[in-house]
């Protein structure tokens, strides 16, 4: 095969390489919600971290806070968030759950039954993506793609 005939595919197997490892969600703003009337303000990038890795039950302004993941989601959101990969998060939690420290968040199948929660609880908190928003949910933080 031709120097020619080689840089000619080049541009199609960059194509299927990144196509394959494309994920939607990744490329989605996420937004942290919480219940309309919750008392929970607006977070930072460190407290949104802190809540879902379990460091934080408690908001500086005293409210409780219960953190409520989406499974389909959990990977973009880890990554963007704190720059780990699932394997990192899920060591992690394995590690406090064997020192008894605290447990995982729940994990709901989609947005829509994380929502659900967060609309019938007001210490909840989740993240969904933004087109799933309900429009009733507070959002607290956006992390963008």
């Known amino acids: 095969m031709s120097k020619f ?8 197997l960059v194509a299927v ?5 494309f994920n939607p969600a990744c490329a989605e703003q996420l937004l942290v919600v919480a219940h309309p009337e919750s008392m929970i303000g607006p ?12 460091r934080l039950k408690r908001l500086p302004n005293g409210e409780p806070v219960t ?13 963007r968030l704190i720059g780990r990969d ?3 998060i899920n060591a992690y939690w394995a590690r406090l759950r064997f020192s008894g420290r605290t447990q995982p968040p729940p994990r709901l199948p989609s947005s829509k039954d994380a929502l659900a929660v967060v ?18 949910a507070k959002v607290l933080w956006r992390l963008e793609p």
Do not use: W
């Open 67 to 79: 953190a409520v993941e989406v499974e389909s989601l959990r990977e973009p959101f880890y990554r």
């Open 17 to 21: 390489i990144v196509g394959s490892t």
């Open 119 to 136: 609309l019938a609880d007001r210490n909840a908190v989740t993240y969904v993506e933004a087109e799933a928003l309900d429009p009733r």
């Open 5 to 12: 005939m080689t840089l000619k595919f080049v541009p199609v």
């Open 43 to 54: 977070l930072s990038r460190e407290q949104v971290a802190h809540v879902f890795l379990g």
């Open 86 to 88: 699932i394997s990192e």
